[in-house]
């Protein structure tokens, strides 16, 4: 009679633990809270980037990862993604990187301009940086220089609020 007691009482015990809250292994610690914000943009064959507007408070430390999800070789087809500063002429930008293939697109003469760039990547690469939002608010432009890319669309904004 004892036992037929005790097994129900046991069985409600087991189910109250299952149920019970329980902190999780991986609960972020107030360090990783802290670091940059993460943006993935991928970029492909196609010429586009997945996202053309970011938004970001000013002073924000910001992680861009960009991945090459095409086929064609990094010779025809490269991606890279550059934020310049606000009043960049963007056109006479992309016109300088056009003529800047020994440093992949990044034109030397245009170096003032650019506030972070990632390398030149090939199919299925990455590449990540990371950096702190400019503190005036406005729409800091981005774009992919390899040649005929901006031209095409590859381009978006970064909005500082």
């Not at 005790?6 to 610690?29: D, F, N, R, W």
């Not at 390899?146 to 609020?161: A, C, I, S």
Request: with cysteine; net charge positive; proline share 6%.
């Amino acid at each position: 009679m004892k036992i037929r007691l005790l097994l129900p009482t046991l069985l409600v015990a087991l189910l109250v633990t299952a149920c019970g809250k329980k902190e999780s292994a991986t609960t972020a610690s107030p360090a990783t809270q802290s670091g940059p914000r993460t943006v993935e943009i991928t970029a492909g064959d196609n010429m586009k980037f997945n996202l053309s507007r970011i938004e970001a408070k000013a002073g924000e430390e910001l992680k861009v990862v960009l991945t090459n999800i095409g086929s064609q070789p990094k010779e025809v087809m490269g991606h890279n993604w550059i934020l310049l500063k606000l009043g960049t002429e963007v056109e006479a930008f992309d016109r300088a990187a056009a003529q800047a293939k020994a440093t992949d697109y990044i034109p030397a003469d245009q170096q003032a301009q650019i506030i972070v760039h990632t390398k030149l990547l090939g199919p299925r690469k990455s590449d990540e940086v990371s950096f702190t939002v400019p503190s005036a608010p406005g729409e800091y432009p981005f774009l992919c220089s390899f040649p005929g890319h901006y031209q095409v669309g590859m381009k978006g904004v970064l909005v500082v609020r």
